[in-house]
């Protein structure tokens, strides 16, 4: 959802609201996101002009789609929240600012950086989720393979060559 926020930008407008639905693409997702169904977030908030300084501040409720880091199926997971950002059109880094480009706001960019903060570093289908075996691949939440009584730590492994 790109927000068309020139008018407010250029100072004819003071403040715009906005809602809709957010949809975040596989592209933009700070996750392993699902390809086959999209994330949807409802949004709700206003872009306003406080003296020289150009704010966005919206709430967000919703779903996102994603595979588990541990075992690679489908998963969801229900998000909510509030973000505030500064906004700025010039082209500097700054984490503070969230930069807008030809009086454009790209809300689900937007909304991805808060996510990448809100969600944990690894999200996964559940905490029990026991993931893929690393060597033969069977996923250890159907069934028991041989290789955990099998393998050796590796540091050990190499230690063990050094005396072949
Ligand atoms: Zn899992
Ligand atoms: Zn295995």
């Known amino acids: 959802m790109i927000l068309?926020?020139?008018d407010v930008v250029d100072g004819r407008k003071r403040e715009m609201r906005f809602d809709g639905v957010?949809?975040?693409?596989q592209q933009t997702a700070p996750f392993n996101h699902n390809t086959d169904r999209s994330s949807a977030i409802d949004v709700s908030g206003r872009v306003y002009r406080s003296g020289d300084?150009?704010?966005?501040?919206m709430t967000y409720e919703g779903m996102v789609q994603f595979v588990c880091d541990r075992c690679l199926k489908p998963s969801e997971q229900a998000v909510s929240g509030e973000l505030k950002r500064q906004l700025?059109?010039?082209?500097?880094f700054d984490v503070e600012w969230?930069?807008?480009k030809d009086g454009k706001l790209d809300l689900a960019q937007l909304l991805a950086d808060d996510l990448v903060v809100e969600l944990p570093i690894q999200l996964i289908c559940s905490q029990n989720c026991k993931g893929l075996?690393?060597?033969c691949g069977a996923d250890r939440n159907e069934q028991s393979c041989q290789c955990e009584e099998e393998s050796i730590d590796p540091r050990l492994a190499s230690l063990k060559n050094l005396f072949n």
Do not use: G, T, Y
Not at 22 to 25: A, D, F, G, S, T
Not at 88 to 92: A, K, L
């Open 98 to 100: 969230f930069i807008i």
């Open 22 to 25: 957010v949809v975040i693409e």
């Open 133 to 135: 075996c690393p060597q």
């Open 4 to 6: 068309n926020i020139a």
């Open 88 to 92: 700025s059109s010039r082209d500097e």
């Open 53 to 57: 300084m150009l704010w966005v501040h």
